[in-house]
């Protein structure tokens, strides 16, 4: 058993460090926004995947298995809104803007920034239904039989992101400590156009896939 946990444990950390559309929106985000952002948006992407424990824990995840239609959808839907999120980053980078003035923000003005950041973490990971088909054929292997089955299958994706969760927030502090280069015009511009492009082509990634 402890052999299995680790297994998981060691192939869900490999699955974290690659690098994918959560990965790119909580790096834009710290970086333009600072460490509240960047955490607002990772507290978005942990709620997101609760909604996916959920519809593993009730059984609905195997709907997105066995149901073309309800797959389509939901995976349109994902698709559409990382495709809306690296369009609104290629207009930021293409906009004309002036330097920023770091004197000019204020506690009430960062409020709506940070709920805005938490969303787009929620629908980030709670669009994406090719999560929850990972999870189905990707847990089994590291389950025993048994009857708590249901209970370890939730408590490994509570593991996965417990893991995606430090990793992410590491990556806030991080790009924080860089955020003072993004006040130039020109690398704000060319880190909009990359985190653009990027979401752009997870967007049409998923908009592709199959099950």
């Known amino acids: 058993m402890e052999t299995q946990w680790l297994a998981f444990a060691f192939a869900a950390l490999m699955v974290t460090l ?8 909580v790096i ?11 955490l607002a948006t990772v507290a978005g ?20 298995m066995y149901s073309e239609r309800a797959f389509w959808t939901i995976k349109m839907l994902g698709a559409g809104y990382l495709a809306w999120l690296g369009v609104k980053a290629l207009r930021s980078a293409f906009a004309a803007r002036v ?4 004197a000019a923000a204020s506690e ?5 920034s940070l709920w805005r950041s938490y969303a787009q973490g929620v629908l980030t990971n709670a669009l994406n239904p090719k999560i929850a088909i ?3 054929a990707f847990l089994p292997q590291f389950l025993a039989p048994g009857p708590d089955m249901a209970m370890q299958s939730i408590a490994m994706i509570a593991m ?13 502090i991080g790009a924080s400590r860089m955020a003072g280069a993004v006040r130039s015009t020109r690398v704000a511009r060319a880190l909009d156009g990359v985190i653009g492009a990027m979401m752009l082509g997870f967007g049409a990634k998923l908009a592709w896939s199959s099950r």
């Open 99 to 102: 330097e920023a003035d770091p």
């Open 160 to 172: 996965h992101y417990a893991i995606g969760t430090v990793w992410l927030s590491l990556l806030v």
């Open 134 to 136: 990972f999870y189905l």
């Open 28 to 38: 834009g985000n710290a970086l333009s926004g600072g460490v509240r952002r960047g």
């Open 18 to 25: 690659a690098p994918g559309p959560d990965t790119f929106l």
């Open 45 to 64: 992407i942990l709620t997101g995947g609760l909604f996916h424990v959920a519809l593993f824990a009730f059984g609905v995840a195997r709907l997105l």
């Open 108 to 112: 009430p003005s960062l409020r709506p």
